[in-house]
């Protein structure tokens, strides 16, 4: 009818931060170059600052997949014993991932919406001390649910498995204290909380899961671990890096940094927070109440209506891309993101767009109702904020 | 205090469409090659295409003021008698460059928030039928009024006098019939309806005004029409072109054409509307009233309250860009624009974030009720839409 534009705020590919696209241009650089290690280097240190730890960080031009794949083929060996939570389609590809390669993997399961609870997890490792692995997710970005990975990582630090944690969504949207806590793998995306396209994922290594490797024997060869870090030593990647999504990767670390990674976390816990309020507000019910990540929030639609009917109209009416539900939860819940480069603006939009598309579905809504909601946690926070 | 995303919502430069930037990279091509011909003939016609004119139209490498200049110097002799209608900074500006050029100046000023009469044109044109042009703006992007300039225009054609329209902020904001209404010169810029960045103007030019080119004395030699047509039907221009510019400017008329020159018009009225009753739920008086422009709404802070308060908010709550009063209307108005790249997701959230402001600052504000007002304005428009 009039003009859309276009506004991506799906779970990944996040909206993107311009000055970091912008530095994709400079990209005629050559990778066995000083120029290039001064980029990479820069890439890694600033990493390691904004994930607070100083276990090493190792990226790879991949998909968070293959950052998974890694931990898994570079630190098990075939018919280890491992213990996956699995709380939605991204624990459930955790337990393909370990069955693939031969680990004898006993699965964790909660309900979509639900999640894990520490207390399975400390009872499987007192169950059977041989358990070389746990794996979850932070946040599990299928169903909004998010993990109490505190909890998880002080239960496994205290026996022989390390704790492997898929933090693609979980990283810059809830608080992970690598070292604290004893978390010894965190795999993250550049397509999520750090603002840029895809097409790198990375992963932290403790010493503990170090150790592991030195025995580990299943079979790999791109995703090395030991390769890679002694080739990142010396400032340059194993195969081909993907410079201008590093050079991009530079800058929108910067822009974290001088924000603060904590900053970047309470951004998003707040836009969550307002929106299951604005949720509420139009009567709407969300789909893991329990245990809500701030990545993502998951809503159910109004009783008998297919939630791709609201993911269309988002598009069709206004060009707004969210998210429908994944797998069998397709049509189920619609999904509205929240980490990375988001912001009051964007939510005040997306929520005035909801009511109208409520609306012309024949739900009663009270146009700028949700909206409101969504101001007074502003208010609140804003608040907070001038007295801090 | 957390993330802000930096907006330009101001009347010029106007948000820009993202393809067209993109498309700035591919500038590595010469300007008097074949490559750039192509280039320079499809912006040419396709903005006939869109402004509905079959008469010449010539781009400039300058701002607009650049192109009104060239209206001047290349149509008038010293001494020529013409009127300005005068109704805000930008009426000004045609006094001043008449009179600097030596032309003989009458000035039919209006109170800024007012708009000139067509009958005052009409009687100062009786008065003196040695007339030879009449200097308006369509839109008054300063006071954000709009002249009657289909009234104007026919009054004009009747006469020995050209009409010349500063429609820098006019073009995609309102109807201009340039042939059915007897517009001799229409001035625009890249930098407003056009989605992209400033660098280039341009103006049409009827067969009446070349005939006064033809006798016209005063001096130039940059801003030459006569040479810029001969060298356009070549496909070139006099000077060096904005190479960069005018790739954007291809892509951003091709989407224009695609959406069609009357909805980007009925966009910026729609929204225009919507902001002006949103205003009236907030309790804020509008400036310009009585006779409304769809380039830009200016609205009057509540009593006591210097506009610039609101500017700023606006800027460091919400990293929102939106204009001030100029020169003496500075902290009087605040001015929400419309024009090109603009849409409901963007109003949503600037009316979001002003109510947000006034409530800040004291303002007896219902969170979400302008909001709500932009909402219905939606729904009618999208359900006369469905009719359609």
Known sequence: ?????????????????????????????????????????????????????????????????????????????????????????????WAEMTAAFGLDVTVLKAEYGD????????????????????????????????????????????????????????LGTMPLDIEGWGLDVVVGGSQKAFMIPPGYAFLTVSPKAWKMAETATLPHYYFDLKKEKKNADKGESSYTPNTSLLLAFGVALTYIKS????????????????????????????????SPASSVTAIKPPAGMDSGVIVKAFKTRFGSIIANGQGSMKGKIFRIAHLGYFDFADLFAVIGELEIILAANGVPVEFGKGVATVQKVYMEAAAQAEKA
Chains 1, 2 share one sequence.
């Open 1 to 93: 009818m009039h003009i859309r534009k276009q506004r991506l705020l799906t779970p990944g590919p996040t909206p993107l931060y311009p000055p970091a696209l912008q530095a994709m241009m400079g990209s005629d650089i050559h990778h066995r170059t000083e120029d290039f290690r001064v980029v990479y280097r820069n890439v890694i240190a600033d990493l390691k600052l904004v994930l607070g730890t100083s276990y090493d960080v190792l990226p790879f031009v991949a998909s968070g997949t293959g950052a998974m794949e890694a931990a898994v083929s570079n630190l098990f060996s075939r018919g280890d014993k491992v213990v996956v939570c699995s709380a939605g389609k991204f624990g459930e590809r």
């Open 115 to 170: 999640a894990v609870k520490p207390e399975q997890v400390a009872a499987a490792l007192a169950a059977d001390a041989s358990v070389k692995g746990v794996f979850v997710q932070a946040s599990e970005t299928s169903t909004g649910a998010a993990h109490d990975i505190e909890k998880m990582g002080k239960i496994v630090a205290g026996t022989g498995a390390i704790l492997v944690i898929d933090a693609i969504t979980g």
């Open 259 to 290: 924000l603060g990674m904590d900053k970047l976390i309470d951004n998003a816990q707040l836009l969550a927070r307002a929106t299951r309020a604005a949720a509420a507000a139009l009567g709407l019910e969300l789909f893991a109440p329990g």
